[in-house]
């Protein structure tokens, strides 16, 4: 894919997103915003193997999205792509509607459900050792969030897919920086953060979350190389990437914007 396509498709992603958030207010815009190049490069980088017509192919590779509540962006993504019928993103948490909030397996695409944080990479571990007992070659991939990374459930699926050496498992996580009260330098500071995750096994690099074209590559050279290490992309983003008033908050995570506020920012062209 051309880097400009994907920066194109991002754009894209980032305003219907916002439109989205216009019609469901409650749904978590800002972290929804820090992971649109994230998504972008796994889908339309070709990336990630996928059949929207057949959605449990044997060949697929697996997508675990444990940052459930922010991955909205996501909602028009799999609509364009043709998981289901782009006219769906208007009913986003209207009564009947499969798309809500807190996404889940309704949901044509997701694999899991993912509402209670600190479950997807413990989930994805065990799909990626049974693929690798079975000696199938699909990749599993998990999008985290950072403030994520307090759940001690995460830990264990850390050292249990080191031990392992799951070389199938690619773990992304979307470093925004800030969870829900405050920024997470204030909560519990986690860096040096690779160093931990190599301690325990594993791969990492550090790369720009929103240049698709970087993350593509860097999710290519990561799917092909098996190591015997699963692998760790920090991906460092800004939460509510495109906002200003957002991307300055620090309570950003519990914030919504008005109807008019998401207009304005869909009209300029620099989005």
């Known amino acids: 894919m051309q880097p400009n396509f994907l920066v194109e498709k991002s754009n894209w992603v980032r305003k219907e997103t916002l439109k989205v958030h216009k019609l469901a207010p409650e749904t978590r815009i800002a972290s929804s915003l820090s992971s649109v190049?994230?998504?972008?490069?796994?889908?339309?980088?070709?990336?990630?193997?996928?059949?929207?017509?057949?959605?449990?192919?044997?060949?697929?590779?697996?997508?675990?999205?444990?940052?459930?509540?922010?991955?909205?962006?996501?909602?028009?993504?799999?609509?364009?792509?043709?998981?289901?019928?782009?006219?769906?993103?208007?009913?986003?948490?209207?009564?009947?509607?499969?798309?809500?909030?807190?996404?889940?397996?309704?949901?044509?695409?997701?694999?899991?459900?993912?509402?209670?944080?600190?479950?997807?990479?413990?989930?994805?571990?065990?799909?990626?050792i049974g693929l690798k007992r079975k000696n199938r070659l699909e990749s599993v991939f998990v999008v985290l969030g950072d403030g994520e990374l307090y759940e001690g459930s995460v830990w264990e699926a850390v050292m249990?897919?080191?031990?392992?050496?799951?070389?199938?498992?690619?773990?992304?996580?979307?470093?925004?920086?800030?969870?829900m009260l405050d920024y997470c330098s204030k909560i519990l500071d986690l860096t040096p953060l690779a160093d931990k995750f190599k301690a325990?096994?594993?791969?990492?690099?550090?790369?720009?979350?929103?240049?698709?074209?970087?993350?593509?590559?860097?999710?290519?050279?990561?799917?092909?190389?098996?190591?015997?290490?699963?692998?760790?992309?920090?991906?460092?983003?800004?939460?509510?990437?495109?906002?200003?008033?957002?991307?300055n908050d620090s309570l950003c995570h519990v914030r919504s914007l008005s109807a008019q506020e998401v207009d304005a920012l869909v009209e300029e062209s620099s989005l």
Not at 69 to 89: N, Q, R, T, V, W
Not at 161 to 177: E, Q, R
Not at 233 to 243: D, F, H, L, Y
């Open 37 to 128: 190049e994230l998504f972008v490069a796994l889908y339309y980088g070709k990336v990630l193997k996928y059949d929207p017509t057949n959605l449990r192919a044997e060949d697929r590779d697996r997508l675990i999205v444990s940052k459930g509540h922010g991955s909205i962006c996501l909602y028009p993504i799999l609509a364009d792509l043709g998981f289901f019928d782009k006219k769906e993103l208007l009913t986003v948490c209207k009564e009947g509607s499969f798309l809500g909030g807190i996404p889940d397996t309704l949901i044509p695409g997701y694999e899991t459900i993912n509402g209670s944080l600190g479950h997807g990479l413990g989930v994805a571990s065990g799909v990626a």
């Open 160 to 179: 249990f897919a080191g031990y392992h050496k799951l070389d199938n498992l690619i773990l992304i996580i979307d470093n925004n920086k800030i969870c």
């Open 200 to 247: 325990f096994g594993w791969m990492t690099q550090e790369v720009d979350g929103h240049n698709p074209a970087v993350m593509q590559e860097v999710l290519l050279k990561a799917k092909k190389d098996r190591n015997s290490k699963p692998k760790l992309i920090i991906a460092q983003t800004k939460k509510g990437k495109g906002v200003p008033k957002l991307e």
